[in-house]
């Protein structure tokens, strides 16, 4: 069973940073990887991802430049690397696999963990 556990959430003033973890644990190989975030009251919506390799990367405009995902295929863990937070990033950041290398979809979620930017 695929299991994602985010870490590194926390509260943070504008213009702070913050790295957010992604462990994954349950099934051997490396596969696409990605974070998304909800705010209150919005959906779900897109933040980065990164191919199993590593090699390929993707970002909302909203948060590029800012924003930087890798991945330590070694410890089957993923980061995001976040600069520059605004009050507008605060929502909740989920951590997704993909079920297949080469998916463009995400089937797995983690439970979560709560970005606050403070103004």
């Known amino acids: 069973q695929v299991q994602l556990v985010e870490s590194g959430g926390g509260l943070v003033q504008a213009g702070g940073s913050l790295r957010l973890s992604c462990a994954a644990s349950?099934?051997?190989?490396?596969?696409?990887m990605g974070w998304f975030r909800q705010a209150p009251g919005k959906e779900r919506e897109f933040v980065a991802a990164?191919?199993?390799?590593?090699?390929?990367?993707s970002y909302a405009d909203s948060v590029k430049g800012r924003f930087t995902i890798s991945r330590d295929n070694a410890k089957n863990t993923v980061y995001l690397q976040m600069n520059s937070l605004k009050p507008e990033d605060t929502a909740v950041y989920y951590c997704?696999?993909?079920?297949?290398?080469?998916?463009?979809?995400?089937?797995?979620w983690g439970q979560g963990t709560q970005v606050t930017v403070s103004s």
């Open positions: 997704a696999q993909g079920r297949t290398r080469y998916t463009s979809s995400f089937d797995y």
């Open positions: 990164i191919s199993w390799s590593g090699g390929s990367t």
């Open positions: 349950g099934r051997t190989g490396n596969y696409p």
